[in-house]
């Protein structure tokens, strides 16, 4: 698993789930004779289906939001015919419903993109399935279904498997709840149940319930809502697999009733806070093969303590508080395949005793203080590795250029890591990479014509933050090779590189592409038309290279863009029309270019959805459109350095995202994933806002030529954090309600013909870091106390003639403010 983010680590999510595709799937299968999974078409039969049962799935189908049709073969007096039935060759009675979801996803870092169009979604668990009394296996997960699970299932006394869950978290919003888990107990027969994200929080009696069940074997209960108690008697000797991820327990240690627990081998406690001392819970569970303990609060003490599990195989502690050094116990572990200890404290050069781990396939320590060079030497015996995670310690890799090394990687993240200045050349051995992250490695050359030859399986390349120069074009039409049987590029990433030269067009034909970004190179000409058909592409960054003309309307076919990025470059004419296509557009960016054009009233008509409008340094004209206040969620509002004339819409407090104070949401449009950049004015420097994007709420209207007063409606904003209004022509009174604005950090009013005392309200804002009253017809004592003492440079208030008081010169003392700004009579 991997993804981009501020944070970048491929393993920010689960590390168990695939890689480059997610299956979403929904069976339901009669017997213990049918196989798991997908089964494809349902077995054809002699028989008519029994009418009753036929009805009954007809009533099914009809209640369900089937987008993909994958029911349509269900019409026709004989149902055991349709698509995922089957019935039994003797009694005709239906015994098979297989409703399995098989649809491909890209990487799952998109996920909040994704529309599940095949989910069969928004009704309930139909109650009709509690009378299949010979049912044995049931798999509702991923299905989006909703409301309270029927306690009807209780009577499939002969089931083995339940799954009514959601693994697909960020893809599938599960609203499933059960306030009474009564109906489990009576499932005797039950070796597997997942409830995995079900609403259990109002559910009484849910250890109890689940102890009823003697023949369990694996349990998952992630984010339930549950509340773990510490003290428990446990039954279910038999369970071999035990999920309780993502839930409170009552006492934030290990509970002790886990060691009991003696047949399990897999066991998953992530994101339970939990920490302290261990004692000897794990060394009792001799039969432990895999153990997840992601983002907890465990010390190497515990990481010591296991690794005298001599029967792990997978050992997940990253995010934890691991200090220190990586014990060498660590090579006790001599049947370890996976081994995850990214985002902790772990210092020190990596112990001898690691890399004689001889089955070890994924290594992943990044982002921690990890030191030394590492060289052939080390990977000798690492024959079987295919996954290596080294981002982000001061780690370098030193090897011959004639290396070739003992395995075949699949997974490559080595950012941050000194490998340069060369190209590493040993790359050219490794034939099936399907991720390749090389940001700042300090290589300082050409790419190589070999490279991208061999790499038929690529999926992700970073090479963003080098020195790399020269053309584009051989690169990509290597990587875009029409030769090649399956080619899937679904990130590029060669920002902040010295690449000269056109865009190829060879790049459009990447048809898989949902990142591209280029940005920060010496790129010019003019945007490729085809780039319009990477119909895939969620975003694009150009940004800041020396691309001219105009922006191409074949851009406006990128329906499912959510970032476009094409400022500090050298566009010019209108904006093509077509762009109001690009309905789930949240981040626009085309600040300094030299586009001339009105502000298109559709993009507040139909980019709804944006969060991020950055117009900055251009050479728009005419008034700020009023269809501007329908963009509810925008949160960034950028317009300055333009010709902008007329007044200041007085609906802008439609914004809610800037009434909030809260951050937007942490999936926002691949914030998390995409080094997003926009450039905002604060005390008259450009900041960067990357990692806090989704906190920053400002509007930004500086260098126009707008006029009238501010309006007192803006004063509703109240989570705003920057408000720029200077050199303009506006006029009036500072609004007396300025106050209001209490998670104000930078306020610039300066240059304009702003007349009347400053309001003392002003003094209230604790927040405020950057103020600029300067130029304009500003009278009366400048308010003291609180914040405003802070800010102590005259040039702030400078060029007001009428004013006076700290840091200007004493007032009068019939005008002299008091420490709340009001003045005495």
């Not at 006029?707 to 050199?727: C, R, T, W």
Request: hydrophobic share 40%; proline share 4%.
């Amino acid at each position: 698993m991997y993804q981009r983010n501020p944070m970048r680590h491929p393993n920010f999510l689960d590390t168990t789930s695939s890689l480059l595709s997610l299956f979403l799937f929904i069976t339901i299968l009669v017997t213990s004779q049918i196989p798991l999974g997908c089964t494809g078409q349902a077995h054809s039969s002699n028989f008519t289906c029994i009418e009753s049962e036929r009805q009954a799935l007809l009533q099914f189908r009809d209640s369900l939001i089937d987008e993909s049709n994958r029911l349509s073969s269900w019409i026709g007096e004989d149902c055991c015919s349709w698509d995922g039935i089957s019935c039994n060759k003797v009694i005709g009675h239906v015994v098979k419903l297989d409703l399995c979801n098989s649809e491909q996803l890209g990487f799952e870092f998109y996920s909040h993109w994704y529309h599940c169009r095949s989910c069969l979604a928004g009704i309930r668990i139909p109650t009709f399935l509690g009378l299949l009394k010979d049912l044995r296996y049931l798999n509702l997960s991923n299905a989006g279904f909703v409301g309270e699970v029927p306690h009807h299932l209780g009577n499939l006394s002969h089931l083995r498997y339940l799954d009514i869950g959601v693994a697909l978290r960020r893809i599938i919003q599960n609203k499933l709840t059960s306030n009474d888990l009564e109906w489990v107990a009576r499932l005797s027969s039950l070796e597997t149940l997942s409830l995995n994200s079900v609403d259990l929080s109002g559910a009484q009696d849910v250890f109890r319930a689940i102890n009823m069940l003697p023949l369990l074997k694996a349990l998952d209960l992630e984010g339930c809502g549950l509340t773990v108690p510490h003290l428990l008697h446990v039954n279910s000797t038999s369970l071999s697999s035990l999920d309780l991820s993502a839930n409170q327990f009552i006492n934030p240690t290990i509970p002790p009733w886990l060691r009991n627990l003696t047949g399990l081998q897999d066991l998953n406690l992530r994101f339970c806070y939990l920490g302290g001392e261990v004692h000897d819970t794990f060394e009792q569970m001799t039969s432990l093969v895999k153990l997840d303990l992601y983002g907890n609060r465990f010390d190497t003490s515990t990481l010591k303590c296991i690794c005298n599990i001599s029967s792990l195989t997978s050992l997940q502690m990253s995010e934890n508080n691991l200090q220190g050094s990586i014990p060498s116990e660590i090579g006790q572990l001599r049947k370890l395949t996976r081994l995850y200890l990214f985002f902790n404290e772990l210092n020190g050069t990596i112990p001898s005793s690691l890399w004689e781990l001889t089955k070890l396939q994924t290594l992943e320590v990044d982002r921690n203080s990890l030191t030394g060079v590492l060289s052939e030497h080390h990977f000798v015996k690492l024959r079987e590795l295919n996954s290596l995670y080294i981002s982000y310690n001061f780690l370098s890799l030193h090897v011959s250029s004639s290396w070739v090394p003992p395995f075949q990687l699949r997974h490559i993240t080595m950012d941050s890591i000194e490998t340069g200045p060369q190209f590493p050349n040993w790359l050219r051995t490794q034939k099936e990479i399907e991720v390749l992250f090389m940001q700042n490695v300090s290589i300082s050359d050409a790419i190589p014509s070999w490279f991208g030859v061999h790499f038929n399986y690529l999926k992700a390349l970073d090479l963003s933050r080098n020195n790399l120069e020269g053309s584009l074009k051989s690169f990509a039409t290597a990587v875009a090779d029409v030769d090649k049987e399956a080619i899937k590029i679904e990130s590029l990433y060669l920002s902040y590189n010295r690449f000269t030269g056109s865009i190829p067009e060879d790049l459009c034909r990447l048809k898989t592409l949902m990142v591209l970004d280029l940005s920060n190179n010496h790129l010019s000409g003019s945007i490729p038309l085809c780039l319009g058909n990477l119909r895939h592409l969620v975003a694009l960054s150009l940004s800041d290279n020396n691309l001219c003309g105009q922006i191409p309307s074949s851009l406006g076919n990128l329906e499912e863009l959510g970032t476009l990025h094409l400022s500090g470059n050298k566009f010019d004419g209108k904006l093509p029309s077509s762009m109001q296509n690009l309905i789930r557009l949240q981040i626009l960016d085309l600040g300094e270019n030299g586009i001339k054009d009105i502000i298109p009233v559709w993009i507040g008509e139909r980019l709804s959805d944006l969060k991020f409008l950055r117009l900055e340094s251009n050479n728009f004209r005419g008034g700020i459109p009023d269809k501007f206040c329908q963009l509810l969620h925008l949160q960034v509002l950028n317009l300055a350095h333009n010709n902008l004339s007329g007044f200041i819409p007085h609906c802008f407090n439609n914004f809610t995202m800037m009434v909030s104070r809260e951050a937007a949401s942490a999936d926002l449009l691949m914030i998390n994933y995409f080094e997003l950049r926009l450039l905002n004015l604060k005390g008259g420097r450009e900041l960067e806002y990357s990692k806090n994007l989704l906190s920053v709420k400002s509007i930004i209207l500086s260098a126009n030529n707008l006029v009238g007063e501010i309006p007192d409606e803006i004063m509703d904003l109240v989570g705003l954090q920057i408000f720029n209004l200077s050199k303009n022509h506006l006029n009036g009174r500072i609004p007396q309600k300025i106050g209001n604005l209490k998670q104000l950090e930078t306020l610039d009013l300066s240059m304009n013909e702003l007349n009347g005392e400053i309001p003392p309200s002003l003094s209230g804002l604790n927040s405020l870091s950057s103020l600029n009253l300067s130029y304009n017809k500003l009278s009366g004592p400048i308010p003291s106390g609180n914040q405003l003492q802070t800010l102590t440079d005259p040039s702030i208030y400078e060029g007001n003639i009428g004013l006076c008081g700290k840091p200007l010169n004493s007032c009068p003392a019939d005008e002299l403010p008091t420490e709340n700004g009001r003045t005495h009579s």
